[in-house]
């Protein structure tokens, strides 16, 4: 701690470093200034002022740094006036500085007592309660330096970190009422700060997004500790979990121009673009770490997927396998570079790599359900069936392999087989709108087709996913079937005004207005379909492959 001496009587500026407790997510770190200007001692008898003399005499000895002559002083002081206040408060900070706390509050307690009516001595007793971890004591100490000079901010701001360790919402609620009085008598960052982390921990994220920008306009005169990459990257994380993203980058922008090579930092402010979906930037943050020379397999993974979500997977593949050298050991990473060779028309290669990797990893279910995936891209049906059989024998929970193996069924006409396999998936995970929709594909294939199951799980799934076209097209088709035209139109319109390029709907709604007698509109909507593109009508007619595709989005 610091002094600084002001005025005749020697008053004390007392500086206490106070630390937030970990909050799950959000460690939040102020730091406060407690102006301790002491209340001044009555000039009575020699004594006294013998004891002025004295306090006089080793404040000049502690400026100078000689503490021991100092102590030696002050306490010669307190042996001719108990009483004296500056004499208690200077061995107090001796204490304090010498890590004898206990000693400390013995002499803050001292000075309290000898001036009741000074807030700033009870302010300075509360402090270092505080630090002993008597932290009810140090409310109490904190509470009447309030009552008897309601305008400190140092005050307020301490009890309102006592409230805001307590965790509770009425806790945090006094810790707001209480830095705002404080913010309105000096306002300034660190009390903008505990304002934003205050709103976060209420979960309130509006409230937090408002208070950020006053924090931000107030950063310009912050201390160091309040501006450096630690203290910006534990704000900027609490903001990514609220889901202010925006603002989590903000900070997290500052952490990383400090130290540019920090991978963690720069994971962070990846994802913090990627939850804006500004993918560019995403990238710019990623490839800028790795011109820095960093090296690490979660950053190249990271980067894949960036370039996969941007449609450079001939980039991602390059970045996933660097992860992969650097993190040979990783099943998650292997998983991860076989599913991107499937995806980019390669199954085969993702098949020899996943025979190095199963060599490593025989019991992993997720490399055995890539395996199958991949196999099933590569129409090896009964090898993809084995291979996903293996994955259920390891994890009997996974799914998606289930709803693989629905669909194999239903390739090769074994429809009533492949229910069985939806509803065992549908048990595990019943808000998969994928495998209600295959299930609902399955009923309207039997024969006869049982509509009722047909149209109660299409409902499922869009109730799930309201943006599910192909739910929604299967449904339309199905109210055309059983002859209830205007609900049919109903769905087909609205599907054609979200995707105006999905051919089919254009198809199924000429077909509809046909049975309804409106000759025009169903001329129009065949006549649309004609002029589509043949690569839209494709895009249009590879309804399997998009659901292909969405099952295996499942991240295990």
């Excluded at 570079?337 to 085969?348: F, G, H, K």
């Amino acid at each position: 701690m610091d002094f600084i001496l002001r005025a005749r009587w020697f008053c004390v500026t007392l500086v206490v470093m106070f630390q937030l407790r970990r909050l799950a997510w959000v460690p939040a770190v102020l730091l406060f200034a407690l102006n301790s200007s002491l209340a001044e001692v009555k000039p009575p008898g020699n004594a006294s002022r013998n004891a002025a003399g004295l306090v006089t005499e080793g404040a000049s000895a502690l400026q100078q740094g000689n503490s021991v002559r100092a102590k030696a002083l002050f306490q010669r002081a307190v042996v001719l006036d108990p009483n004296n206040v500056d004499a208690r408060t200077y061995l107090g900070i001796i204490a304090d500085r010498a890590g004898e706390l206990t000693e400390a509050e013995r002499q803050f307690a001292a000075a309290s007592r000898a001036a009741p009516t000074s807030p700033e001595a009870h302010n300075n007793h509360g402090a270092i309660l505080f630090r002993l971890g008597r932290k009810g004591s140090a409310a109490q100490e904190f509470e009447a330096s309030i009552r008897l000079n309601p305008n400190q901010a140092g005050a307020l701001v301490n009890l309102a970190q006592i409230r805001f360790a307590e965790g509770t919402k009425e806790g945090l609620g006094s810790a707001r009422e209480l830095f705002l009085r404080a913010e309105a008598i000096a306002p300034d960052a660190e009390i903008a700060r505990g304002l934003v982390v205050i709103s976060l921990r209420l979960h309130e994220p509006a409230k937090a997004a408002e208070e950020f920008l006053r924090y931000q306009a107030r950063l310009k005169n912050a201390p160091p500790e309040l501006v450096g990459p630690a203290a910006r990257t534990e704000l900027g994380t609490a903001l990514l979990e609220a889901g202010l993203f925006a603002e989590a980058a903000t900070e997290l922008e500052a952490a990383i121009a400090a130290e540019p090579s920090n991978a963690d930092r720069v994971l962070l402010l990846a994802r913090a673009y990627r939850e804006q979906k500004n993918l560019p930037a995403a990238g710019r943050t990623l490839e800028s770490a790795v011109a820095h020379g960093v090296e690490s397999g979660t950053l190249y993974a990271m980067l894949a997927d960036v370039y996969e979500e941007s449609g450079h997977a001939e980039n991602a593949i390059p970045a996933m396998r660097r992860a992969i050298q650097i993190e040979p050991r990783s099943e998650r990473y292997r998983f991860r570079y076989a599913m991107l060779l499937t995806d980019t028309q390669a199954p085969q290669a993702a098949v020899i790599r996943l025979q190095e990797a199963l060599a490593e990893f025989p019991r992993s279910s997720r490399l055995w359900f890539a395996m199958g995936f991949a196999q099933f891209q590569d129409n090896r049906s009964e090898d993809a069936t084995r291979a996903f059989s293996h994955a259920l024998d390891l994890d009997a929970r996974m799914f998606p392999a289930l709803a693989y193996l629905g669909m194999i069924s239903v390739d090769q006409g074994k429809v009533p087989d492949a229910i069985p396999y939806y509803r065992r998936a549908l048990a595990v995970d019943e808000h998969s709108p994928v495998v209600h929709y295959l299930i609902a594909e399955a009923f309207s294939k039997l024969s006869p087709p049982n509509e009722e199951e047909d149209e109660s799980h299409l409902k499922r799934a869009l109730d799930l996913d309201p943006r599910f076209q192909r739910a929604r097209l299967a449904l339309g088709k199905l109210y055309l079937r059983s002859n209830r035209f205007a609900q049919a139109a109903a769905e087909l319109e609205g599907i054609i005004h979200d995707d105006p390029k999905l051919a089919e709907a254009y198809y199924q709604l000429g077909r509809v207005y046909v049975r309804m007698k409106k000759m025009n509109e169903a001329q129009a909507m065949l006549a649309k379909f004609e002029s589509l593109s043949k690569s839209e009508k494709e895009q249009s007619e590879s309804q399997r492959r998009d659901i292909v595709r969405r099952l295996a989005d499942v991240r295990f």
